[in-house]
């Protein structure tokens, strides 16, 4: 601390965005990190996709060249291959409420631990400790562990205690929770109406459960809560939220960081410099991914220089920050080993471990004259029609390759977004030549899409399809799928898109595996929290 000057503090609030991939150090975009890192001082970097070898590699040149150590976080929720290609994916969260096993959380946050501080990452953002209590939420969802904040609280808790056994930093989000929304803060700012009383019983619950597990960051929500704080400030940007209710209430003393700065709910609003300059006054320590790292270390500096920041205040932030690269035995080692990458990440131990809970999480919400128990009893001919977005490409790919080696005879067709009248025509067309049709729905949360549900000309194929023959709608996404085909007659939720979650569906329809799973959330309005139909192992 002593060594600092103010312009170095300020520097250590910040921390860009960086990619994962593969950049030669005379590129441009490792030219612009190696700027923030080596002229700037940035605190720490939030990295995004890449191979193993790469973001580590990378991280290495860049901890290299920083005066002190950087702390890297990444989105981790599911595990590191949500980052880190070839790394060990576990199905979606909300997959672990559908088991209620606290064990699974447990893993999913070891492996993601494991194998993210392997290739250089010290921080997961995650847990998601939101309730996910709205069903048209577009940006929650399957990130969510479900809509009992106690079954939350129980399994953030465990998720928590997942990465600090295995060395990792936790951070809760989004506080003080975006699971009430029905707009996605990457887009707008969502407003929530709830007042104290409503989110001390709810929203709050699994913040106060992870910040007793020892949580060390918590994230903050880019949501309005007039009726708690007064305005339609955002609650990145409110003291109220920020440092009355966090810090004052919660008496969290941890590392407090934005959620993307650069997102439309605040960035359209505030500008990139302001925002900084007031998410920090509103009692942040790090803020993430600012729209220009440039503009937010001139307006903090300035804010610094002007009084309007006080030196206290600063120093505050800057002493938790280095405390926890401390805490990391960053300062001893701040590089990784690139030739023990391969005995971490990807393990076959993890991976069986993802299947595992993929199979357990299956829930069978509905098979009215047994269509998908008539599938499971014998080998069958099916139409296999999936639906995924342009970043899916082999979506259901998998869960055919294991039907047909499983002995049932399967026709493939994929359906996209854009897919227009000919697509669906062809689709029919595959549909006519089976006895039997299952449909493959990847609807998921996508960044700044603003909304989650199947294209009307597919729920409307599902439910014609259903009306002429066996037919089963499997969601390997959002379970709310049932709002728009509500006459379908075998629903199954299989809560994620990842070959763990498609290979567990193809052993289902095969009868090979038991479906055990049960609702984390209402499917208004017939299906509670903890249905599920229980289905045993089939003999063919």
């Given amino acids: 601390m002593a060594t600092l000057t103010p312009g170095e503090k300020v520097a250590q609030l910040v921390m860009p965005w960086v990619p994962g991939s593969y950049t030669a150090f005379d590129d ?90 392997a290739v250089g ?35 953030v808790q465990e998720y928590v205690r997942g990465l600090h056994d295995h060395g990792m930093l936790a951070t809760l989000k989004h506080f003080p929770g975006h699971g009430d929304t029905q707009i996605d803060s990457h887009v707008r700012l969502p407003v929530i109406a ?61 590392l407090v960081v934005t959620d993307a700065l650069e997102m439309g709910a605040i960035a359209a609003r505030y500008g990139g410099g302001e925002a900084t300059v007031r998410a920090f006054l509103a009692g ?62 990807g393990r076959k131990g993890a991976q069986d471990e993802a299947n595992d809970v993929a199979v357990r999480a299956l829930t069978l919400v509905r098979d009215t004259g047994g269509r998908l128990h008539a599938l499971r009893n014998r080998p069958a001919r099916l139409a296999v029609i999936a639906y995924a977005d342009e970043l899916n490409g082999g979506a259901g790919q998998h869960v055919s390759e294991v039907l047909r080696s499983g002995g049932d005879t399967v026709e493939y067709f994929r359906l996209w977004p854009m897919s227009g009248t000919l697509s669906y025509d062809s689709a029919r067309s595959v549909i006519a030549r089976a006895p039997s049709a299952v449909f493959l729905a990847y609807v998921r949360p996508i960044t700044a899409r603003g909304s989650i549900a199947l294209p009307d000309s597919l729920a409307q194929l599902i439910g014609a399809t259903d009306a002429a023959r066996p037919t089963v709608l499997v969601a390997l996404g959002s379970p709310y799928l049932l709002a728009q085909t509500p006459a379908v007659r075998a629903y199954l939720v299989a809560w994620s898109g990842v070959r763990a979650s498609e290979r567990a569906v193809a052993l289902a329809l095969l009868g090979r595996v038991p479906i055990t799973g049960h609702l984390p959330i209402r499917l208004p309005p017939q299906y509670p929290v903890g249905w599920g139909v229980q289905v045993p192992i089939a003999g063919r």
């Fill in 194 to 254: 709830a007042g104290y009383a409503r989110l001390d019983s709810l929203e709050l619950v699994p913040f106060r459960a992870g910040i007793a597990a020892g949580a060390d960051v918590v994230m903050s929500a880019h949501i309005a809560l007039p009726a708690f704080t007064g305005s339609n400030e955002p609650g990145t940007l409110s003291a109220a939220v920020l440092t009355g209710l966090l810090r004052d209430s919660l008496r969290f003393q941890g």
């Fill in 284 to 345: 942040s320590d790090l803020l993430l991914g600012p729209a220009s790292p440039d503009s937010a270390l001139e307006a903090l500096a300035a804010a610094v220089a002007t009084g309007r920041i006080s030196r206290e205040r600063l120093d505050a932030s800057v002493r938790r920050i280095l405390e926890i690269k401390r805490r990391l035995g960053l300062f001893e080692r701040r590089t990784v080993p690139l030739d023990s990458i391969m005995t971490v990440v």
């Fill in 121 to 155: 990452i010290h921080v997961n953002l995650a847990p998601d400790a939101d309730v996910n209590s709205n069903p048209l939420n577009p940006i929650i969802n399957i990130r969510s562990f479900g809509e009992d904040p106690h079954q939350v609280s129980r399994l």
């Fill in 28 to 117: 441009s975009l490792f030219q612009l990190a190696a700027r923030w890192v080596d002229s700037f001082g940035v605190g720490g970097l939030i990295v995004s996709v890449g191979s193993p070898f790469d973001i580590a590699a990378k991280l290495n040149a860049l901890q290299q060249r920083s005066r002190l150590p950087l702390l890297v976080s990444a989105d981790l929720e599911w595990g590191a291959a949500m980052r880190v290609v070839g790394a060990t994916a576990f199905p979606q969260i909300m997959a672990v409420g559908a088991t209620g096993e606290p064990h699974d959380a447990y893993l999913i946050g070891a492996a993601a631990a494991l194998e993210g501080r």
